[in-house]
């Protein structure tokens, strides 16, 4: 090959080439642009597609972006080791049936709403922190911020930030930290369903 073909092959592998650190912040960005982008989807088929219809169209989403059976596990906390498998799975089935009806309970209607996300990951350990702005005409900017891990070779996202300080999980394992010690897995399992039918109504 000529010399000056070899430059030119070089220069345009070189700007085809994405470095490592930007190919990782992007693998954490994309499950968060996947939720922002299904949450927006059954906010403006909010009022067509009814509470059933945002959560058939939320599940795939969530099932994509979430380590469920983590945020499960870390919820519950120490005594999830205690439980048996079968409760462990029922914890978790009962965990994912809330997490989507509350999306499909929260996100029911559009007036302009927009997600901005800020490229900038931030490494937390072996974690990622992606920050997200929910903007809207009527109300102040919400501020999110999203942990990931990875598991199986993806980014999921294990924990999510309100006003980028205000943890969902610390705050779902203290609230489950009572029910749990009066009545264990049963007693948990029988809460997040009743949180899921008082999203549903």
């Known amino acids: 090959m000529p010399l000056l073909f ?7 592998l070189m700007a085809m080439t994405v470095p490592a650190g930007a190919q990782a912040q992007e693998a954490g960005v994309a499950p968060v642009q996947a939720l922002d982008d299904g949450l927006l989807t059954i906010m403006k088929g ?3 597609l009814g509470f059933a219809g945002r959560t058939a169209r939320i599940s795939p989403v969530v099932d994509q972006v979430f380590d469920l059976p983590l945020m499960t596990r870390l ?12 409760d462990q799975s029922a914890l978790v089935a009962a965990f994912r049936r809330m997490t989507i009806a509350q999306y499909a309970a929260n996100f029911d ?18 974690d990622r922190l992606v920050k997200t702005t929910l903007k809207s005409a009527r109300d102040k900017p919400v501020s999110l911020a999203y942990r990931l891990r990875q598991t199986g070779g993806s980014w999921r996202i294990i924990d999510v930030f309100y006003q980028n300080s205000i ?20 007693a948990l399992v029988a809460h997040l369903n009743q949180l899921s039918a008082k999203a549903a109504n």
Not at 6 to 12: E, G, K, P, Q, T
Not at 114 to 123: A, L, R, Y
């Open 6 to 12: 070899r430059h030119l092959a070089s220069a345009l």
């Open 46 to 48: 909010a009022k067509s």
């Open 167 to 186: 943890s969902q999980l610390a705050t779902r394992r203290s609230d489950f930290a009572n029910i749990l010690a009066n009545g264990g897995a049963k």
């Open 75 to 86: 919820s519950v906390g120490p005594s999830w080791t205690g439980f048996s498998a079968a």
């Open 109 to 126: 209607g559009w007036a302009g709403e927009s997600f901005t996300i800020d490229p900038k990951v931030e490494v937390r350990g072996t």
